[in-house]
């Protein structure tokens, strides 16, 4: 850490270095490029952070479980679309007999 005299005689010397008509325009410059590194860093630090949640999740995560998911949800949807393919040509099929609910008369 930087004691008030030290800062003091730096920002004397660079006063006398670039004088006062360019020591403004380098400080909001060098303003903006510190304001630049640190978006930067903080971006790169919230991209590791969800790299590793990744990698956790993945490490939390049963490979077989998920494909003995997936095969059951496959098989349910191979049923499902035998079905709606019954349904389908039960209703196209001229020779069906129309519904008959005996309670309706």
């Known amino acids: 850490m930087l ?12 006063l006398l ?9 380098m400080a909001r410059n060098a303003g903006k490029t510190i304001s630049k590194l640190r978006t930067e860093a903080n971006s ?3 991209e590791l952070k969800r790299a590793s949640q990744i990698e956790e999740l993945k490490a939390a995560v049963d490979p077989s479980e998920l494909r ?6 496959e098989a349910e ?3 499902l679309g035998e079905a709606a393919d019954e349904a389908l040509a ?3 099929d001229e020779r069906a007999p129309a ?5 309706a008369t």
């Open 44 to 46: 790169t630090l919230d």
């Open 17 to 25: 270095i670039f004088g006062p008509e360019r020591l403004p325009g």
């Open 68 to 73: 003995e998911a997936a095969a059951t949800l």
């Open 90 to 92: 039960a209703a196209n």
């Open 77 to 79: 949807a191979r049923q």
């Open 3 to 14: 004691s008030s005299w030290e800062i003091l005689t730096l920002a004397l010397l660079a």
């Open 99 to 103: 519904p008959f609910d005996p309670d």
